[in-house]
């Protein structure tokens, strides 16, 4: 299809008289940027490859006639450029590079698309890499246009592709989790893909010991379980996926290579995401981490953390990260330093160096690219700088034939000049932009945004253009911005479905005018603004989802709208339909564009679902309603997906464009296309706009998401067309000559004094309104902060609202004031409503006056309690199926319910074994191996019959005697010769039949080890069954014990009464345990919730309750005798009579009391002994059930060891397939050596025979000659080597790479060149014969090339010796994992045999009878024997005797030692004390005393003496206490004081503050006086404030941004730092 359509275009395009060419394009790196040569770049975008010379900044395209470019690649040494398209079963493309001719076109077998592309240094090869779903890596011949070899990487996805610079035969290939290393290996024609994985290393940066997965060599051996197996038998894994497959827990995670570039000696350095560098040996491919040197403090608190690419450098790489700084890493051994190399000012993406290092190419992430020049004095240069995002928006600045514009979605416009595609200016709004337009009539342009802004700039001054207005018009984002063809009016449409009409003059600031109203989703807005009209026609394409039509109204504006614009509009904007005139019209299919063509008597309409472009007649009178509009003409298209139409300025041209991205310009008269250019293709969803300037000649096409801005010019167009759009053009620039002068001398004087325009724009409200209106009126109007910009639709409603409340204020008082008298008669009537009776009291939502506003919230209640109810009863109806299925696999799928039996006295509980019944398929089985083990018994008594020869009649006898045993049984019984022990169960206490069960010892296949397991489950069943059969008893004797006490229970209820006891009866009965179905019945006294009732059946059931206990009292009737005879005679009549009965009815109380207790404890006796038998039955189901793990384990320990066994043979047989393959390698590698050496030997037999045949082809001329000629013969030309510069030698790392085809073609041509110059005849010797010298120079010539040729072969020789030594390594490798799988397999063989003879079985053993040390660590029992175990017994008595010996005599040694320590210890405490009594006499002797104790013993009155003192000190107390009174009495006063003067104080402060109030009126009065004359002045100052303060916050606001930056880069070093200093966890 894509082919039929270039060839259509192509068609068009020579079949018509106008074609288009490409001038420029303008697009910005998606990609990486390569070098074409040392003063060349290119890159992909779009459907072109753009070539920028980088002195010049020149720009050469290349563009792919099958659309979008996909990866690009070039070749140096050639000067080629490669790429690829993005079709279906894409191709790639080889040019030359700068004639920019197709060299060749590569076409392989890949579906979707190519994804990397590279070219090697030496040689004509070319790899290329696909994407899903082949993930092919091919390597191509790009000369010869054939693929060389190839191999498929299935779910592979690579990130990089590169090939060895000093290797042609080697590449690297890495993605995110791996780096692969391909070998091309070549046998003369024929090439090989070699493949080798590099192990890389842990997050952690260690290395990984990987261990063998297929044959494993240090697996723990198991001398109990049998042998241990590698995971993947143990998965149960037998294919290719046993050879890699590891265990969860036994993964980890690895580096994630980000870049890697080769270095000259065959190593590869690789990047990773976590900050690791790598260096991988080229030899043997191991990878070693290099650490990095910490020798300088980190700049401006940067982490280098992973690098983003990485170019190989003298002494190491250059690496970048996403910082905006380009590092050096200075590499020395396995340490490397980093060092800063250059800072940009954005993140950068891609480094390359140029061809001969001299100059650094960085490209940023947003597309820019720089170039490095190194020198003496480096410098940097900015050859493209990119736009920030895709093309939003692009148009022409009026008349078009200079520059135009372009908008970026982040609001970035640029203005291009039309020549070269440079950019001139640059302006940044810092706004989510939407769309743009430029003014025809005027050098300003508009810019809508998402918030609903539309921005003002001025382009008189191309080179610096200024935003000069904004108008908010609407909180709705803009979508739509057209100016009509004579720029008097800009339409500004919005997603809320308003057109705003503003006046386009610079001059009238922009005004707006007012706005039509249409349906939300506008498609397209169309104008036709005629030179000779005095209206402007408006057609709106909008869309109707729900009923599939597109609906169009069509309206006019009047020249003359700006001064009427009052009339035309009402008071809140909004333009009054009938006076422009609004006609609606439907078309009965959708579409996705439409245009009015000049005549405003058709309509251009593009299909939406159907690729036609429709014409619809408008009907010439006018209409009220809407119109169906039919289609006149239908013109098929060949575009595909949703289109859209625009007109050219003269309206003769019909322009269209949709996702297929071909550009096709029609006549308008005849719908036919004249001229068509594919500029974009659908791989990037087609064009997204299309500007044509007012001559006609410069169209500009922008894509949708491939970014990229095409320049088309007319190459080739007719006269007449031609003549039209001139003459229009002129003429329009003639009639708008004197309104563009002055509105471009408007702008210019605005421009010089740009406050003229400033904050003019801002709708803000400033004002306070100060309406005397009471506060229901101020609740009417909209509440917005004084400070936030409001738009200008909402600024008209609410000036319109307060409009309306000047006009009604009256009748709003008037209204307000009975509403507030008709609230006051309800609340009176609420409050009355209260006193009544509840018969007559009204609800409280009877009184509410809005009846639509009860009925809505009754139905909103309605419909909330119904949606509760719905929600209760799915949740219910949840529980009960959740019930449902538990009850059911829990309840009724059990055969016997489990239930419980109490004692009735004693806390204990016996439970039964539930069980389910046992299925069809389980009851088959049993009965096959039932019938089987009996025929086992059978044939077993047979053959000991035979053997033993007993007589025939017996043998006839014993079988009748065994037919009417197995008439009687179904399970044929015989005595076991196995001990109790050996059985390992003790299934036989419960009557339990084990004769069919086959010996442990025995147990050595599969299929007996199933059968003995499902014997084992049987007999697990009978035991349980005969057990359950025991419970059921003793629970139909508790019933009974319950009725029979309930029977006596009736009794002693009878005698309690008679006797009048207040004694409680004893009534035991079932709980839920042991009645476990009554769990599931729901009691009424179970549920916790109340029951709702309602009112009247609340009445109804009192009124019952009083009539049943009248009922009741007059049924008893008078107690009159009752209470006689108690207060007579104490209640009784015959006392000796009634005592005798009350002696026999006690008796017979106690009587059944006891046979009650008597009956309940032999059942408690009974189920105790029940208990006992509980505990038993589940030993031997756990004996049983013990057995059954220890088969399972056997028989899937077989499982695994035939896994193992099954994925050694068929390992086996891949090795042998591939032993196969390398020995046919093997053997046709030495069939073409074989072949090619012959052919060296022919070339060099034939190069022999002419060097010595020389003298016998020129025998016949004299010998002095011949001697001279063979001279000649041997000369060879001198080949000039080329000479490398020195300054190159310095900077290109590579040095001298191998040579390449091209070299040797070249060398070739040189040495024929110098032969000519040999075989000029002035060479030729004197005395000669010219005919002799002819046939001497072509004999030379023959000899030269068989040399040539020779080389050739001798080096194509070497080549494929060295490939047949590989594949002999390679056959020898295979042969040694094959014998290392025969060996394996043996050992396997070896295992399976000894883990079927060494069984595990169960032994029955007491407690005592065996004893062991350490049993714990004794795991061996290969030398265990049985023995008896009154051996032991005698053994253990001998021990014991002498061990009661032994701790006699140590007893006796004890007390010895014990009398000699007590000896010791009261020597040692007489010593102490001693030494404590010196110390105490010492302690005496040095006494301290003091003057004090001398005093009290030499004076002798002492007690005199201290009472004269204690005089003295009282005389002094009261001398200080008489001093402190006057003290106090001299404060007292001076407080007296200071509050009389604080009452004066306060006096003057009052007439103060009666002062300063009439002064603050004073200034009230003043200040209000000023607002009055000068709120102007106030309003400046509140601005200029207001801006200070802005700008005050922005510059916090960015202070404070920074600061978290370098918090966010502290706190990450500071973690760094953190895991530094954690130790390293190794596992070992």
Same mark, same amino acid.
């Given at each position: 299809?894509?082919?039929?359509?270039?060839?259509?275009?192509?068609?068009?395009?020579?079949?018509?008289?106008?074609?288009?060419?490409?001038?420029?394009?303008?697009?910005?790196?998606?990609?990486?940027?390569?070098?074409?040569?040392?003063?060349?770049?290119?890159?992909?975008?779009?459907?072109?490859?753009?070539?920028?010379?980088?002195?010049?900044?020149?720009?050469?395209?290349?563009?792919?006639?099958?659309?979008?470019?996909?990866?690009?690649?070039?070749?140096?040494?050639?000067?080629?450029?490669?790429?690829?398209?993005?079709?279906?079963?894409?191709?790639?493309?080889?040019?030359?590079?700068?004639?920019?001719?197709?060299?060749?076109?590569?076409?392989?077998?890949?579906?979707?698309?190519?994804?990397?592309?590279?070219?090697?240094?030496?040689?004509?090869?070319?790899?290329?890499?696909?994407?899903?779903?082949?993930?092919?890596?091919?390597?191509?011949?790009?000369?010869?246009?054939?693929?060389?070899?190839?191999?498929?990487?299935?779910?592979?996805?690579?990130?990089?592709?590169?090939?060895?610079?000093?290797?042609?035969?080697?590449?690297?290939?890495?993605?995110?989790?791996?780096?692969?290393?391909?070998?091309?290996?070549?046998?003369?024609?024929?090439?090989?893909?070699?493949?080798?994985?590099?192990?890389?290393?842990?997050?952690?940066?260690?290395?990984?010991?990987?261990?063998?997965?297929?044959?494993?060599?240090?697996?723990?051996?198991?001398?109990?379980?049998?042998?241990?197996?590698?995971?993947?038998?143990?998965?149960?894994?037998?294919?290719?996926?046993?050879?890699?497959?590891?265990?969860?827990?036994?993964?980890?995670?690895?580096?994630?290579?980000?870049?890697?570039?080769?270095?000259?000696?065959?190593?590869?350095?690789?990047?990773?995401?976590?900050?690791?560098?790598?260096?991988?040996?080229?030899?043997?491919?191991?990878?070693?981490?290099?650490?990095?040197?910490?020798?300088?403090?980190?700049?401006?608190?940067?982490?280098?953390?992973?690098?983003?690419?990485?170019?190989?450098?003298?002494?190491?790489?250059?690496?970048?990260?996403?910082?905006?700084?380009?590092?050096?890493?200075?590499?020395?051994?396995?340490?490397?330093?980093?060092?800063?190399?250059?800072?940009?000012?954005?993140?950068?993406?891609?480094?390359?160096?140029?061809?001969?290092?001299?100059?650094?190419?960085?490209?940023?992430?947003?597309?820019?690219?720089?170039?490095?020049?190194?020198?003496?004095?480096?410098?940097?240069?900015?050859?493209?700088?990119?736009?920030?995002?895709?093309?939003?928006?692009?148009?022409?600045?009026?008349?078009?034939?200079?520059?135009?514009?372009?908008?970026?979605?982040?609001?970035?416009?640029?203005?291009?000049?039309?020549?070269?595609?440079?950019?001139?200016?640059?302006?940044?709004?810092?706004?989510?932009?939407?769309?743009?337009?430029?003014?025809?009539?005027?050098?300003?342009?508009?810019?809508?945004?998402?918030?609903?802004?539309?921005?003002?700039?001025?382009?008189?001054?191309?080179?610096?253009?200024?935003?000069?207005?904004?108008?908010?018009?609407?909180?709705?984002?803009?979508?739509?911005?057209?100016?009509?063809?004579?720029?008097?009016?800009?339409?500004?449409?919005?997603?809320?479905?308003?057109?705003?009409?503003?006046?386009?003059?610079?001059?009238?600031?922009?005004?707006?005018?007012?706005?039509?109203?249409?349906?939300?989703?506008?498609?397209?807005?169309?104008?036709?603004?005629?030179?000779?009209?005095?209206?402007?026609?408006?057609?709106?394409?909008?869309?109707?989802?729900?009923?599939?039509?597109?609906?169009?109204?069509?309206?006019?504006?009047?020249?003359?709208?700006?001064?009427?614009?009052?009339?035309?509009?009402?008071?809140?904007?909004?333009?009054?339909?009938?006076?422009?005139?609004?006609?609606?019209?439907?078309?009965?299919?959708?579409?996705?564009?439409?245009?009015?063509?000049?005549?405003?008597?058709?309509?251009?309409?593009?299909?939406?679902?159907?690729?036609?472009?429709?014409?619809?007649?408008?009907?010439?009178?006018?209409?009220?309603?809407?119109?169906?509009?039919?289609?006149?003409?239908?013109?098929?298209?060949?575009?595909?997906?949703?289109?859209?139409?625009?007109?050219?300025?003269?309206?003769?041209?019909?322009?269209?464009?949709?996702?297929?991205?071909?550009?096709?310009?029609?006549?308008?008269?005849?719908?036919?296309?004249?001229?068509?250019?594919?500029?974009?293709?659908?791989?990037?969803?087609?064009?997204?706009?299309?500007?044509?300037?007012?001559?006609?000649?410069?169209?500009?096409?922008?894509?949708?998401?491939?970014?990229?801005?095409?320049?088309?010019?007319?190459?080739?167009?007719?006269?007449?067309?031609?003549?039209?759009?001139?003459?229009?053009?002129?003429?329009?620039?003639?009639?708008?000559?004197?309104?563009?002068?002055?509105?471009?001398?408007?702008?210019?004087?605005?421009?010089?004094?740009?406050?003229?325009?400033?904050?003019?724009?801002?709708?803000?409200?400033?004002?306070?309104?100060?309406?005397?209106?009471?506060?229901?009126?101020?609740?009417?109007?909209?509440?917005?902060?004084?400070?936030?910009?409001?738009?200008?639709?909402?600024?008209?409603?609410?000036?319109?609202?307060?409009?309306?409340?000047?006009?009604?204020?009256?009748?709003?008082?008037?209204?307000?004031?009975?509403?507030?008298?008709?609230?006051?008669?309800?609340?009176?009537?609420?409050?009355?409503?209260?006193?009544?009776?509840?018969?007559?009291?009204?609800?409280?939502?009877?009184?509410?006056?809005?009846?639509?506003? /009860?009925?809505?919230? #009754?139905? $909103?209640?309605?419909? !909330?309690? %119904?949606?509760?109810?719905?929600? +209760?009863?799915?949740? =219910? &109806?949840?529980?009960?199926?959740?019930?449902?299925?538990?009850?059911?696999?829990?309840?009724?799928?059990?055969?016997?319910?489990?239930?419980?039996?109490?004692?009735?006295?004693?806390?204990?509980?016996?439970?039964?074994?539930?069980?389910?019944?046992?299925?069809?398929?389980?009851?088959?089985?049993?009965?096959?191996?039932?019938?089987?083990?009996?025929?086992?018994?059978?044939?077993?008594?047979?053959?000991?019959?035979?053997?033993?020869?007993?007589?025939?009649?017996? /043998?006839?006898?014993? #079988?009748? $005697?065994?037919?009417? !045993?197995? %008439?009687?049984?179904?399970?044929? +019984?015989?005595?076991? =010769? &196995?001990?109790?022990?050996?059985?390992?169960?003790?299934?036989?206490?419960?009557?339990?039949?084990?004769?069919?069960?086959?010996?442990?010892?025995?147990?050595?296949?599969?299929?007996?080890?199933?059968?003995?397991?499902?014997?084992?489950?049987?007999?697990?069943?009978?035991?349980?069954?005969?057990?359950?059969?025991?419970?059921?008893?003793?629970?139909?004797?508790?019933?009974?014990?319950?009725?029979?006490?309930?029977?006596?229970?009736?009794?002693?209820?009878?005698?309690?009464?008679?006797?009048?006891?207040?004694?409680?009866?004893?009534?035991?009965?079932?709980?839920?345990?042991?009645?476990?179905?009554?769990?599931?019945?729901?009691?009424?006294?179970?549920?916790?919730?109340?029951?709702?009732?309602?009112?009247?059946?609340?009445?109804?059931?009192?009124?019952?309750?009083?009539?049943?206990?009248?009922?009741?009292?007059?049924?008893?009737?008078?107690?009159?005798?009752?209470?006689?005879?108690?207060?007579?005679?104490?209640?009784?009549?015959?006392?000796?009579?009634?005592?005798?009965?009350?002696?026999?009815?006690?008796?017979?109380?106690?009587?059944?009391?006891?046979?009650?207790?008597?009956?309940?404890?032999?059942?408690?006796?009974?189920?105790?002994?029940?208990?006992?038998?509980?505990?038993?039955?589940?030993?031997?189901?756990?004996?049983?059930?013990?057995?059954?793990?220890?088969?399972?384990?056997?028989?899937?320990?077989?499982?695994?060891?035939?896994?193992?066994?099954?994925?050694?043979?068929?390992?086996?047989?891949?090795?042998?397939?591939?032993?196969?393959?390398?020995?046919?390698?093997?053997?046709?590698?030495?069939?073409?050596?074989?072949?090619?050496?012959?052919?060296?030997?022919?070339?060099?037999?034939?190069?022999?025979?002419?060097?010595?045949?020389?003298?016998?082809?020129?025998?016949?001329?004299?010998?002095?000659?011949?001697?001279?000629?063979?001279?000649?013969?041997?000369?060879?030309?001198?080949?000039?080597?080329?000479?490398?510069?020195?300054?190159?030698?310095?900077?290109?790392?590579?040095?001298?790479?191998?040579?390449?085809?091209?070299?040797?073609?070249?060398?070739?041509?040189?040495?024929?060149?110098?032969?000519?110059?040999?075989?000029?005849?002035?060479?030729?010797?004197?005395?000669?014969?010219?005919?002799?010298?002819?046939?001497?120079?072509?004999?030379?010539?023959?000899?030269?090339?068989?040399?040539?040729?020779?080389?050739?072969?001798?080096?194509?020789?070497?080549?494929?010796?060295?490939?047949?030594?590989?594949?002999?390594?390679?056959?020898?490798?295979?042969?040694?994992?094959?014998?290392?799988?025969?060996?394996?397999?043996?050992?396997?063989?070896?295992?399976?045999?000894?883990?079927?003879?060494?069984?595990?079985?169960?032994?029955?053993?007491?407690?005592?009878?065996?004893?062991?040390?350490?049993?714990?660590?004794?795991?061996?029992?290969?030398?265990?024997?049985?023995?008896?175990?009154?051996?032991?017994?005698?053994?253990?008595?001998?021990?014991?005797?002498?061990?009661?010996?032994?701790?006699?005599?140590?007893?006796?040694?004890?007390?010895?030692?014990?009398?000699?320590?007590?000896?010791?210890?009261?020597?040692?405490?007489?010593?102490?004390?001693?030494?404590?009594?010196?110390?105490?006499?010492?302690?005496?002797?040095?006494?301290?005393?003091?003057?004090?104790?001398?005093?009290?013993?030499?004076?002798?009155?002492?007690?005199?003496?201290?009472?004269?003192?204690?005089?003295?000190?009282?005389?002094?107390?009261?001398?200080?206490?008489?001093?402190?009174?006057?003290?106090?009495?001299?404060?007292?006063?001076?407080?007296?004081?200071?509050?009389?003067?604080?009452?004066?104080?306060?006096?003057?402060?009052?007439?103060?503050?009666?002062?300063?109030?009439?002064?603050?009126?004073?200034?009230?009065?003043?200040?209000?006086?000023?607002?009055?004359?000068?709120?102007?002045?106030?309003?400046?100052?509140?601005?200029?404030?207001?801006?200070?303060?802005?700008?005050?916050?922005?510059?916090?606001?960015?202070?404070?941004?920074?600061?978290?930056?370098?918090?966010?880069?502290?706190?990450?070093?500071?973690?760094?730092?953190?895991?530094?200093?954690?130790?390293?966890?190794?596992?070992?």
């Amino acid at each position: 299809m894509a082919q039929s359509r270039e060839l259509e275009e192509r068609h068009l395009a020579n079949t018509g008289s106008a074609s288009l060419s490409v001038r420029w394009v303008q697009g910005f790196p998606k990609q990486d940027v390569h070098f074409v040569n040392d003063s060349t770049i290119c890159y992909p975008s779009g459907n072109f490859v753009i070539f920028i010379n980088i002195e010049t900044k020149k720009k050469t395209v290349l563009q792919c006639m099958n659309g979008i470019v996909g990866v690009v690649a070039t070749n140096i040494p050639y000067e080629v450029v490669a790429f690829s398209d993005r079709k279906l079963k894409p191709l790639i493309y080889v040019y030359s590079f700068p004639e920019l001719t197709r060299r060749t076109k590569l076409k392989g077998n890949v579906l979707l698309d190519y994804t990397l592309l590279s070219f090697s240094y030496c040689g004509t090869y070319l790899a290329s890499y696909s994407s899903l779903p082949e993930f092919e890596f091919a390597v191509w011949n790009w000369e010869s246009s054939v693929i060389l070899c190839k191999k498929s990487q299935l779910g592979v996805d690579v990130s990089q592709m590169t090939f060895n610079p000093m290797n042609w035969h080697q590449l690297c290939l890495s993605s995110p989790s791996s780096v692969t290393v391909w070998t091309v290996e070549r046998s003369n024609e024929e090439h090989y893909l070699k493949a080798k994985s590099i192990k890389l290393p842990m997050e952690d940066g260690s290395i990984f010991d990987e261990k063998d997965l297929i044959f494993p060599s240090s697996l723990p051996k198991d001398l109990i379980y049998g042998p241990v197996l590698p995971m993947s038998a143990i998965a149960g894994l037998v294919g290719k996926e046993a050879e890699t497959f590891r265990p969860k827990d036994d993964l980890y995670p690895l580096l994630h290579p980000t870049m890697h570039c080769w270095t000259p000696t065959n190593d590869l350095y690789v990047g990773c995401e976590e900050g690791h560098l790598l260096v991988i040996n080229g030899e043997n491919w191991k990878v070693t981490i290099l650490n990095k040197i910490e020798d300088r403090l980190p700049m401006d608190e940067r982490n280098f953390i992973s690098p983003a690419t990485l170019v190989y450098q003298k002494g190491g790489v250059l690496a970048s990260g996403i910082d905006g700084f380009v590092y050096s890493f200075i590499i020395k051994d396995s340490y490397y330093k980093v060092e800063d190399f250059l800072q940009v000012e954005e993140p950068v993406e891609h480094l390359m160096f140029s061809p001969n290092y001299k100059s650094l190419l960085i490209q940023t992430d947003k597309g820019s690219v720089y170039i490095y020049t190194f020198g003496e004095e480096p410098t940097l240069n900015k050859i493209l700088e990119a736009c920030d995002g895709k093309f939003q928006s692009v148009d022409f600045i009026t008349p078009g034939n200079k520059h135009c514009m372009t908008l970026t979605h982040s609001g970035e416009v640029c203005i291009w000049s039309m020549e070269d595609g440079a950019c001139v200016s640059r302006i940044y709004l810092k706004i989510s932009a939407t769309v743009l337009a430029c003014s025809p009539s005027s050098f300003s342009a508009a810019v809508g945004t998402v918030g609903g802004s539309v921005h003002y700039l001025d382009l008189w001054d191309t080179k610096s253009p200024q935003a000069i207005h904004k108008a908010f018009v609407s909180e709705s984002s803009v979508q739509h911005l057209l100016y009509d063809q004579r720029g008097m009016y800009l339409l500004v449409g919005t997603s809320e479905g308003y057109i705003f009409v503003i006046n386009a003059n610079p001059s009238s600031m922009f005004q707006i005018l007012g706005f039509v109203e249409v349906d939300k989703d506008i498609l397209q807005i169309s104008t036709v603004s005629l030179l000779d009209s005095d209206i402007v026609k408006v057609m709106v394409l909008s869309s109707l989802p729900q009923t599939g039509r597109s609906k169009l109204q069509i309206f006019t504006l009047p020249k003359i709208l700006p001064q009427v614009s009052t009339s035309i509009a009402d008071q809140r904007g909004r333009m009054i339909d009938e006076i422009i005139h609004k006609f609606l019209y439907e078309i009965e299919h959708p579409l996705s564009s439409a245009v009015l063509d000049f005549k405003s008597k058709r309509v251009y309409g593009f299909c939406k679902e159907v690729p036609y472009i429709c014409s619809y007649l408008l009907p010439e009178q006018g209409h009220s309603g809407i119109c169906i509009l039919k289609p006149h003409q239908k013109v098929q298209c060949k575009h595909y997906g949703p289109g859209m139409l625009s007109l050219s300025p003269h309206g003769s041209w019909l322009l269209s464009r949709a996702k297929c991205g071909t550009l096709c310009i029609r006549d308008i008269n005849t719908l036919e296309t004249f001229v068509s250019c594919r500029s974009h293709s659908h791989q990037g969803h087609g064009i997204q706009s299309v500007r044509i300037s007012l001559d006609g000649q410069n169209i500009l096409v922008n894509g949708r998401e491939d970014g990229t801005l095409v320049y088309l010019r007319w190459r080739r167009l007719g006269g007449i067309l031609s003549t039209e759009t001139l003459n229009y053009c002129q003429q329009l620039l003639t009639i708008m000559s004197n309104t563009m002068a002055e509105e471009n001398n408007y702008l210019s004087m605005a421009q010089s004094d740009s406050s003229s325009l400033v904050s003019v724009s801002e709708h803000t409200i400033n004002e306070n309104v100060s309406l005397s209106i009471d506060s229901s009126q101020e609740a009417l109007l909209l509440q917005v902060d004084n400070t936030k910009e409001i738009p200008w639709i909402q600024q008209k409603n609410q000036e319109a609202l307060r409009m309306e409340i000047k006009l009604f204020s009256n009748k709003r008082r008037e209204i307000k004031t009975g509403m507030k008298e008709l609230a006051k008669t309800v609340l009176n009537m609420m409050e009355e409503n209260e006193t009544v009776d509840n018969i007559a009291k009204l609800e409280q939502r009877e009184f509410g006056l809005d009846l639509e506003e /009860l009925e809505r919230l #009754h139905d $909103e209640s309605e419909e !909330e309690i %119904e949606k509760i109810k719905k929600d +209760v009863e799915m949740h =219910n &109806l949840a529980k009960r199926y959740l019930a449902e299925l538990i009850k059911e696999e829990c309840w009724n799928s059990m055969a016997v319910k489990g239930r419980a039996l109490k004692c009735f006295h004693i806390p204990c509980v016996v439970e039964n074994f539930p069980m389910k019944e046992r299925t069809d398929e389980e009851l088959k089985k049993l009965k096959r191996v039932l019938q089987q083990k009996k025929i086992e018994t059978e044939c077993l008594k047979l053959r000991k019959e035979i053997v033993e020869f007993q007589p025939t009649k017996t /043998l006839v006898k014993k #079988h009748h $005697e065994e037919d009417d !045993e197995e %008439e009687e049984d179904d399970v044929a +019984v015989k005595d076991t =010769n &196995l001990p109790n022990y050996m059985f390992g169960s003790q299934s036989t206490d419960f009557g339990i039949h084990a004769s069919l069960l086959s010996s442990q010892l025995e147990l050595h296949s599969r299929e007996e080890k199933i059968n003995q397991i499902i014997l084992l489950k049987d007999i697990i069943y009978k035991v349980k069954t005969a057990f359950n059969n025991e419970f059921d008893a003793a629970y139909k004797q508790k019933e009974f014990e319950i009725a029979r006490i309930k029977e006596r229970n009736v009794r002693i209820q009878e005698i309690i009464l008679d006797l009048e006891l207040q004694e409680p009866v004893w009534q035991p009965e079932f709980d839920d345990h042991e009645k476990p179905e009554r769990t599931l019945v729901v009691e009424n006294s179970e549920i916790a919730a109340q029951k709702y009732v309602n009112p009247w059946r609340k009445v109804k059931a009192e009124l019952t309750a009083v009539h049943i206990l009248e009922e009741g009292l007059l049924a008893r009737g008078p107690d009159t005798r009752r209470r006689a005879l108690m207060d007579m005679m104490g209640g009784v009549l015959e006392v000796k009579k009634e005592d005798i009965l009350r002696m026999s009815l006690e008796a017979e109380l106690r009587k059944l009391q006891n046979s009650i207790q008597e009956s309940t404890q032999n059942f408690d006796d009974y189920l105790k002994r029940l208990f006992q038998r509980r505990v038993k039955a589940e030993i031997v189901v756990n004996q049983e059930e013990l057995k059954i793990n220890n088969l399972m384990f056997s028989l899937l320990l077989d499982e695994e060891i035939n896994s193992r066994e099954t994925f050694l043979n068929n390992y086996l047989t891949r090795k042998q397939e591939e032993k196969d393959q390398t020995s046919e390698a093997i053997k046709k590698a030495r069939e073409d050596l074989d072949v090619y050496k012959e052919q060296y030997d022919n070339l060099l037999a034939e190069d022999k025979v002419l060097d010595r045949s020389f003298k016998k082809e020129f025998s016949e001329i004299p010998t002095h000659q011949v001697d001279m000629l063979y001279k000649l013969f041997k000369r060879r030309p001198r080949i000039p080597k080329p000479k490398v510069h020195s300054d190159a030698a310095s900077t290109v790392p590579f040095g001298e790479r191998p040579e390449s085809g091209k070299l040797n073609k070249d060398a070739f041509a040189q040495l024929m060149k110098g032969m000519d110059d040999m075989d000029n005849i002035n060479n030729m010797p004197e005395g000669l014969d010219p005919s002799v010298w002819e046939h001497f120079c072509m004999t030379r010539r023959v000899k030269v090339e068989n040399e040539q040729k020779v080389k050739q072969k001798a080096a194509g020789l070497v080549e494929m010796v060295a490939f047949l030594r590989r594949r002999v390594e390679e056959d020898d490798k295979v042969q040694q994992e094959i014998e290392k799988v025969f060996q394996e397999l043996i050992l396997l063989q070896e295992e399976k045999v000894k883990f079927q003879l060494n069984l595990t079985i169960q032994i029955l053993l007491k407690q005592g009878q065996v004893e062991l040390e350490n049993f714990q660590l004794f795991l061996e029992y290969s030398d265990a024997i049985l023995i008896n175990k009154h051996i032991i017994e005698d053994l253990n008595s001998v021990i014991r005797s002498q061990g009661h010996k032994k701790v006699t005599s140590m007893m006796e040694s004890k007390d010895i030692h014990k009398g000699i320590f007590q000896i010791e210890w009261e020597h040692k405490k007489m010593e102490m004390e001693m030494e404590d009594l010196n110390q105490k006499a010492w302690d005496i002797q040095m006494l301290f005393f003091s003057r004090e104790r001398q005093k009290y013993l030499s004076e002798p009155n002492y007690e005199t003496l201290i009472a004269v003192q204690i005089g003295i000190m009282e005389e002094t107390i009261a001398v200080l206490d008489k001093t402190h009174k006057k003290n106090v009495e001299n404060c007292k006063n001076l407080l007296k004081k200071l509050v009389k003067f604080g009452n004066q104080k306060d006096v003057a402060n009052y007439t103060l503050s009666c002062n300063l109030r009439e002064e603050l009126v004073a200034v009230s009065e003043r200040k209000d006086i000023c607002h009055a004359l000068g709120p102007k002045l106030t309003c400046e100052k509140i601005a200029k404030k207001r801006y200070e303060n802005m700008m005050q916050q922005q510059k916090l606001t960015n202070i404070s941004k920074e600061q978290a930056e370098q918090i966010l880069i502290l706190q990450a070093e500071v973690e760094r730092l953190r895991m530094k200093t954690f130790p390293a966890l190794v596992p070992m």
